[in-house]
């Protein structure tokens, strides 16, 4: 049996962290999310309040456009410091995936895993997506939001991980190109969509 490390990415309201969670019980590997961050932040000393300012900030279009840009005395320039965290936090998250992936089949969500492993052998990247009609019903229970306010929420967050994802890519987020399948889990749910993303993944080897 060939090893299975898995990647999934996902929009905002469409179960993908659920789906992932699953995905990895039905393989019988380990999940990594948001532990990662704070894996992250012991791993270089650096508080995990800071690093999650600056995972804030490292998500923002604007910050990127504003750091990659040249002061023109109009502004206010981002700070240095804002800028070499954000990297810091990312390298460190980076070389964090990858000795997970070196030692254990697991399912990474976000983070750029799918561009980081992509020559690690058994890895098999994911995209799940939804109509946003269906994520905007997620978002308004989950949250307990008004219609506008989950529409609000939902584009800035798949704003922050598109911009997050293109800008230490260099590729662009939910572009099928970019992954090896991509799923609309309304049409089956959670549960079968878990299913069946476990077979694509064992079919693979």
Known sequence: MGRHIVTVARQFGCGGGEIAKKLAEQLSVEYFDKELL???AEASGISRDAFARADERAASSFLYSLAMSSYNGHISPVGVNDVMLSDKLFIVQSDIIRKLASEKDCVIVGRCADDLLSSYEGLTRIFIHAPLDYR???????????????????????????????FYTSKDWGSSQNYDIT?????????????????????RG
């Open 183 to 203: 799923i609309n889990a309304a049409v089956l749910g959670v549960d079968k969509t878990a299913a069946l993303l476990k077979d694509f993944v064992l079919a």
């Open 38 to 40: 704070e894996k992250a």
């Open 136 to 166: 905007l019903k997620v978002v308004m229970e989950r949250h307990q939001l008004s219609e506008s306010s989950a529409r609000t929420l939902i584009r800035k967050t798949d704003k922050k991980r598109a911009s997050y994802y293109n």
